[in-house]
């Protein structure tokens, strides 16, 4: 579990209410609970690069109903991203 509390919101406006914000998760990984928490946190960093990589490639609706042609397209896709990096 993780609690944060907040006296100032993004704005910079002091709260005269504490905001609380309590975050729990199940796991059945073995390791201890700052790590879990870490991989948990960085779960947004793999979302943005998956964002980025649909639209900067534009790429977000695939072009057929065929698996082996929508498999071509992510290759190419992510061939192209990889070299423009």
Not at 49 to 72: C, M, Q, V, W, Y
């Amino acid at each position: 579990m993780r609690v944060i509390e907040r006296t100032i919101d993004k704005h910079g406006q002091h709260l005269l209410i504490p905001d609380i914000e309590i975050e729990g998760w199940w796991s059945s990984l073995e390791f201890d609970d700052e790590a879990i928490i870490a991989l948990y946190a960085d779960h947004a960093t793999s979302k943005q690069f998956h964002r980025e990589f649909k639209t900067d490639l534009d790429i977000e609706r695939l072009p057929s109903g065929k698996f082996a042609t929508n498999a071509l397209v992510l290759a190419c896709a992510a061939f192209a991203y990889n070299v423009l990096r």
